[in-house]
């Protein structure tokens, strides 16, 4: 088959891009395009609403001016670093990125090693343009604020409507987190960049907005307000990288930010009220284990809270004498929204059984109510929580256990411990025995069944043993306690 690129001037491939997001697309035509080895400097790209250059007026297609590979073309080499480091890049607002990425395609097919070379300008560029583009997506889950709007329409639920201004084209491909975050919710993100709709069970897109089609002032603002002020600890007040985190550019959008001036200006005076009274935390804890559902989903106080993942709330009867904590739901509970699912659920529920406590009966829940993880190709790896990240989660499970009010805490693993104490103690120092927290209900420590599953052989058989002791003296001080 003839390349078509022999038809045309030597300069005037002109790409037009129907959306200035699409990653598929660019890729398909620029597959072509290396494999008609046309040489970055004769293309044009063009994306949606760009000035594009002068070739542009005359590309009245979509695709016009690509040329067709011969049969015989040899495969386009990209390595990994590049697609994943292309993919987001392309979510950047620099009209020049679609050139600049094709140029290291273009590239990566004599010199494979590109990729690592650090001081290479095209290659700082585009991670340049990945770092703001991710920046940007974790602006957007932090800041994004929904405000109920009237129902015009007359539907019987709540519509939930959010302004947010991108600085990239980071709309569609958040869709997803705020999909699986707000899966209940009817809502809508309006951007000047185009606007996302979900009604429950599908999304849609919509034109452009500006921030007056977007409500002012309503009650799930003052929702937020109140949460804000509740959450906002003065004995952590750092203006300078509050400012670095929330830019002045968000505060408008934020209901929250209109406490700020006042919060600070107060912040003094609370902390020293605060440190009187020799507890500085949160102010109000919520009366029910639904709020507490509820706002667990809000929360982001700590980085784990922004990673694109659900609160997993805990379980069970409210009146349980037992309540057993883990550290963390893992990826199988943030899906299933529940904690114990996974491997280490059903090791812990084999476990329950064999000394006779009825899961069934307890409040199962974690210290942490994110799932930490570390993103590697598609599977999410398992963090640790930090000391941090537990001690700020400690105000819900302080929450759970206010309501709950169990006679006894099992807590397994050292994180879980931390929860319940507020400082690191050694498993093997404390298990075993109870520990008299300050609300007059015991503290059981022992292992976390994730730990038994790390080992084998007798090691496995070893800690095996020792949890089912552990089980077996809480079930025996139940009773006691019944
Ligand atoms: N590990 C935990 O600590 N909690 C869970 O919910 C699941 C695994």
Redesign the pocket.
């Known amino acids: 088959m003839m390349a078509l690129e022999h038809a045309r001037p030597a300069s005037d491939y002109v790409v037009d891009l129907p959306e200035a997001d699409d990653f598929e697309l660019w890729r398909e035509r620029a597959r072509a395009l290396v494999q008609c080895a046309v040489a970055p400097d004769r293309i044009a790209w063009v994306e949606p609403g760009g000035s594009g250059d002068l070739f542009a007026a005359s590309a009245a297609q979509a695709g016009q001016g690509i040329p067709v590979p011969p049969a015989d073309a040899r495969l386009v080499r990209a390595n990994r670093r590049f697609v994943s480091l292309a993919r987001n890049a392309i979510l950047h607002s620099d009209p020049g990125r679609f050139a600049l990425l094709y140029r290291l395609l273009w590239r990566l097919q004599s010199t494979p090693g590109i990729m690592e070379d650090r001081a290479d300008p095209d290659v700082r560029r585009v991670e340049e343009l990945d770092k703001a583009v991710r920046r940007d997506s974790h602006k957007m889950h932090a800041f994004v604020r929904f405000r109920l709007v009237e129902n015009a329409d007359d539907e019987a639920r709540e519509h939930y409507v959010a302004w947010f201004e991108p600085e990239h084209h980071i709309l569609r491909a958040n869709a997803g987190f705020f999909m699986r975050r707000f899966a209940n919710m009817r809502w809508s993100i309006l951007t000047p960049r185009g606007s996302l709709h979900w009604d429950g069970t599908t999304m849609s897109e919509g034109p452009p907005a500006q921030r007056s089609d977007a409500p002012g002032g309503d009650p799930m603002e003052d929702l937020w307000r109140g949460y804000y002020a509740s959450i906002f600890n003065p004995a952590r007040l750092k203006v300078g990288a509050m400012l670095k985190e929330m830019p002045k550019k968000y505060w408008k959008n934020m209901p929250e930010a209109a406490l700020i001036p006042e919060l600070v200006a107060g912040a003094q005076k609370r902390e020293s009220a605060m440190v009187e009274k020799g507890a500085l935390e949160f102010e109000e804890r919520p009366a029910t284990l639904a709020a507490i559902g509820k706002a667990i989903h809000a929360c982001r106080k700590c980085p784990i809270g922004q990673l694109d993942n659900h609160a997993?709330m805990g379980e069970g009867p409210q009146d349980a004498a037992l309540m057993i904590v883990?550290?963390?739901?893992?990826d199988q509970?943030d899906q299933a929204g529940r904690?114990?699912v996974?491997p280490?659920?059903q090791l812990l529920d084999a476990h329950l059984e064999k000394v006779g406590i009825d899961r069934r009966a307890a409040y199962v829940t974690?210290a942490v109510k994110h799932f930490k993880y570390v993103q590697r190709g598609k599977r999410r790896l398992h963090q640790n929580p930090g000391a941090k990240e537990i001690d700020t989660c400690r105000w819900w499970i302080e929450s759970e256990r206010a309501i709950v009010r169990p006679k006894l805490v099992l807590a397994?693993?050292a994180s879980?411990a931390r929860g319940l104490l507020g400082k690191t103690v050694s498993i093997s120092r404390v298990r075993g025995q109870p520990i008299a927290l300050e609300d007059g209900s015991e503290l059981w420590v022992t292992a976390?069944p994730?730990y038994l599953l790390r080992l084998d052989g007798t090691a496995r058989e070893e800690q095996a043993r020792l949890f089912d002791a552990d089980l077996a003296a809480v079930r025996a001080r139940l009773s006691e306690l019944a």
């Open positions: 997993v883990g550290e963390q739901p893992g509970e904690p114990f996974g280490a659920g974690n397994m693993g879980a976390h994730s």
